[in-house]
């Protein structure tokens, strides 16, 4: 799970169709609607969603409305993705606040970077000796605690 954390957090992952299908739905939540609790989510959805039970009162409007759609869509998704979708929520429902936030930073980050870079740094990788990659995310992991405007600690009035 570390691995496919660093992997996520580095933009080394290319995006999965289900993701690009969350990614799209972007204007989902038009001023003024509801997003639905987790007690008005329906059966299905709430079976797609059953990692982010515990987290969902946390999310924001925007995002509910967003997990809700995507779960709507779910029954599309090939059984590849359906797999790989509740394995990502299964370990986004396991990071940090501090780890979400850097994810996310990540995740902007990396929507600049072509698709083919992407998949080239991922072959890339994938050559690496198991000794390289743990070298890199030994680097990785000292890199995050190094204070950064997205991980640094916020300030708390006095």
């Known amino acids: 799970m570390k691995l496919l954390t660093l992997l996520l957090l580095t933009g080394l992952l290319p995006t999965p169709t289900a993701h690009l299908a969350y990614a799209q739905s972007s204007s989902v939540n038009a001023i003024g609607s509801k997003a639905p609790g987790w007690a008005e989510l329906s059966t299905p959805q709430k079976e797609v969603l059953a990692s982010l039970e515990e987290d969902w009162a946390s999310l924001t409007s925007e995002q509910k409305s967003k997990w809700a759609q995507l779960a709507n869509r779910y029954d ?68 995050q605690k190094k204070p950064s405007l997205v991980n640094a600690p916020s300030l708390k009035p006095n």
């Open 76 to 143: 599309q998704f090939s059984d590849t993705e359906k797999e790989r979708l509740k394995i990502r929520m299964l370990d986004w429902s396991k990071l940090s606040i501090k780890e979400r936030r850097t994810a996310r930073a990540n995740f902007i980050k990396s929507q600049s970077i072509p698709n083919e870079k992407k998949a080239e740094a991922w072959e890339a990788y994938q050559q690496l000796s198991p000794e390289e990659k743990k070298q890199l995310a030994d680097e990785a992991n000292s890199n």
